[in-house]
């Protein structure tokens, strides 16, 4: 069982975005950070995004990470909440509208894992496929933020 803590640390990301409606692809690479934050967990993801044939740009991302009542939380950076799930069912929807988001977390290669986005709406037909791998021996950012 995968508790909130395992997250704790510093993973490399590795994140595929394709954009069927626009008939983009996009790459970002970079790391995800889960630091305690005296509730839970902060997320901060950190990367170079590389999308169609634009000039590549820095991204940067942050979710908080709670666990409430037996499931795993997540939250926007300002509180709205987001999505959640558990180990035994990590699958989730949020609904953004009019967009769709529903996320698969793969955890079956722990400590390597993924989260699946499929994206939809009248404007929106997205497959985003995150990869995560932990990094050892890196140094945590805690207190940044």
């Given amino acids: 069982m995968i508790a909130l803590a395992d997250l704790e640390g510093v993973w490399r990301l590795d994140r ?13 690479e970079g790391e995800a950070v889960w630091q305690p934050d005296g509730t839970g967990l902060t997320q901060i993801e950190t990367g170079l995004l590389r999308y169609g044939d634009a000039a590549p740009m820095q991204a940067t991302r ?11 939380r997540v939250y926007f950076d ?13 699958e989730a929807r949020h609904v953004c509208p009019p967009d769709i988001y529903d996320v698969r977390y793969d955890l079956t290669g722990w400590p390597d894992w993924s989260a699946r986005w499929h ?13 995560y791998r932990r990094r050892t021996g890196a140094v945590s950012v805690r207190g940044a933020g």
């Fill in 119 to 131: 994206v939809t709406g009248p404007r929106k037909e997205a497959v985003i496929t995150s990869r």
């Fill in 62 to 72: 942050r979710y908080l990470w709670r666990e409430e009542a037996g499931l795993l």
């Fill in 78 to 90: 300002d509180g709205r909440p987001f999505h959640e799930l558990t180990v035994a069912a990590p």
């Fill in 16 to 28: 595929q975005i394709e954009d069927r409606r626009a008939g983009l692809s996009g790459l970002l």
